[in-house]
């Protein structure tokens, strides 16, 4: 299984967007590129031919040691339509050398999700050792964080000087939000808009240079340029849940690069933002479902109802409590409010063998007034695996030569670094969906789609909805919905489990669908991706990466 900090960080950036969380909005230009217009179009020239993306494409990585991995920094142009402007991304890369000796098939690269994950932690938690001893043993596993993320040099934040890491001001204390889950009047509309219009500015001020520059297609060409810096002539990939789509990407851009690519958790790139909105909040709808028909089978008396009726009172009693006045969290002014409920509920539904137990746990405790452990599941919170010496140590290895190749903050614009907290997934997130999937600018389409949300999904879907007002303002990217378009790229094996809530099965199947020898392998159970939770899955796609042997059509785990 894949180390239980790496899934917590997945699911709090992938939860954000449907929870509607605060996202932003900005007067800037789209995305870059060339070919920025036209999925699946390629330069006439390959990239690394181009004279002015040369020295990025023949750049060499320095590695050296950090914490038991390796690490190095790779430049990238912040802008490749202007790569010599002397803008750039310094991106921190990591290796853990597990390939064997007259073995090794080369490097195998991975995104864990988001957007917004770091791929450097998620190796620094351990998920190179779980990737299974075939895999390891053929290939030395690498990670990046992408541009914007993590360690990234300039990074993206939503925060401005004098606020905390939670987005507070120094000294002050944060409120519960009082904005309903389902906004139907005139001045409850009014103040959900306002949130969003004001995180929107706050993104603004701090980041905004960087946002027209942090979409998955300049991503997707850092890819590129990361597979030649490593003196790999094709790549071998995989992606979990956004990484699916950095993935979907870069076989579009760079068909003829692609040796392997396991796409798990899919997301569905012919989905305007309505449809994929709708997609995973029912997802996450039907997974409290299961959550409340399977909870005496996976968690046994400890749940918080003996029959599935009960478990489903109490949650709906708790929601109706919550939005009248919030429950009392030890060490919070604020309390659990409703939206904090509903994202404890669907953070809880990733990993059910592991998240269950204390949601049962969390949902009966709330039953008895006390919010602590609802509220503490909503924000993610967990013992992190790390001894903080062994941490400290990696983080000095892991040194971003900040000033180097024109990207200093003062070059770039971006916010100081002082500023970036640790952690920037939440911005991250927001800035790359709201670039990558186009909104509508009026305000009343998303209020159109208030109702068939609340019809198909309740909560998840009106909290979701009101999600996505952040994005209004923010312009179009270089990509509108579209069908994948890779001709001549190997065969893609795409993964999907029935019961995943934030990436829902169908788009899985519509993603293998399209492109052309696309493999689907199926998982039948719950929870969010496959790889590294199941056995069977695991087999399959090590052989897939390891022999290139394919999968056969109608292929089922967990059965």
Request: charged letters at 25%; aromatic letters at 4%.
């Amino acid at each position: 299984m894949i180390h239980a900090a790496v899934r917590r960080r997945q699911a709090l950036v992938i939860a954000l967007a449907v929870l509607g969380a605060a996202s932003l909005a900005a007067g800037c230009t789209a995305g870059s590129g060339p070919d920025a217009g036209r999925p699946g179009a390629r330069a006439a020239v390959d990239p690394a031919e181009r004279p002015d993306l040369r020295r990025f494409y023949g750049q060499k990585l320095d590695w050296k040691p950090c914490g038991g991995l390796s690490c190095a920094s790779l430049t990238v142009p912040m802008d490749y339509s202007r790569p010599g402007d002397g803008r750039t991304f310094v991106l921190p890369v990591a290796k853990a050398a597990t390939a064997t000796a007259g073995r090794r098939t080369g490097a195998l690269l991975y995104n864990p999700g988001g957007p917004g994950e770091r791929g450097v932690q998620a190796l620094r938690d351990g998920l190179a050792d779980e990737l299974g001893s075939g895999v390891r043993e053929h290939f030395d596993i690498v990670a990046f964080d992408p541009r914007g993320v993590g360690e990234s040099r300039p990074a993206l934040t939503c925060l401005t000087p004098g606020q905390s890491e939670s987005g507070e001001a120094s000294g002050d204390t944060a409120e519960a939000s009082g904005a309903p889950l389902r906004p139907r009047t005139a001045a409850e509309r009014a103040e959900v808009m306002a949130e969003a219009r004001a995180t929107a500015d706050a993104c603004r001020k701090a980041s905004g240079p960087l946002l027209p520059h942090v979409g998955t297609v300049d991503a997707a060409r850092d890819l590129d340029v990361l597979r030649a810096a490593l003196g790999e002539r094709r790549l071998t990939y995989v992606g979990w849940s956004y990484g699916t789509s950095l993935g979907t990407s870069y076989a579009e851009q760079f068909p003829h690069r692609v040796r392997a690519m396991v796409l798990d958790g899919a997301v569905d790139p012919s989905l305007d933002w309505r449809q994929r909105m709708l997609s995973q909040a029912t997802g996450f709808r039907d997974a409290v479902e299961d959550y409340a028909q399977t909870c005496a089978e996976t968690v046994g008396d400890g749940c918080p109802g003996a029959t599935p009726g009960e478990i489903r009172a109490l949650i709906d009693r708790l929601l109706e409590r919550t939005q009248r006045e919030p429950l009392p969290v030890d060490g919070s002014d604020s309390g659990l409010d409703a939206a904090t409920l509903v994202s404890a509920l669907s953070l809880s539904m990733y990993t059910p063998e592991a998240q269950w137990e204390a949601l049962s746990e969390a949902l009966s405790a709330a039953d008895g007034g006390d919010g602590t452990k609802l509220a503490a599941l909503a924000a993610g919170d967990e013992t992190r695996p790390e001894d903080e010496e062994q941490e400290q140590e990696q983080e000095e290895g892991q040194q971003q030569e900040d000033g180097a190749d024109g990207s200093a903050d003062g070059e770039t614009g971006g916010a100081s670094a002082d500023s970036v907290p640790e952690d920037n997934s939440d911005a991250a997130l927001l800035a790359v969906n709201c670039l990558d999937v186009p909104h509508p600018r009026d305000e009343s389409a998303y209020w159109d789609a208030l109702g068939p949300a609340d019809r198909a999904a309740g909560v998840y879907g009106t909290s979701g909805l009101t999600g996505e007002l952040v994005c209004k303002d923010w312009p179009a990217g270089p990509q509108g919905p579209h069908r994948v378009n890779a001709p001549g790229v190997p065969p893609v094996l795409v993964v999907g489990t029935a019961g995943d809530p934030a990436t829902p099965y169908e788009e899985a199947v519509s993603l293998a669908r399209q492109f052309p020898g696309g493999m689907l392998l199926s998982l039948e159970g719950a929870g969010h991706t496959g790889y590294g939770r199941d056995a069977c899955v695991d087999r399959k796609v090590e052989d897939y990466l390891v022999h290139l042997t394919k999968v056969a059509p109608g292929t089922t785990c967990g059965r």
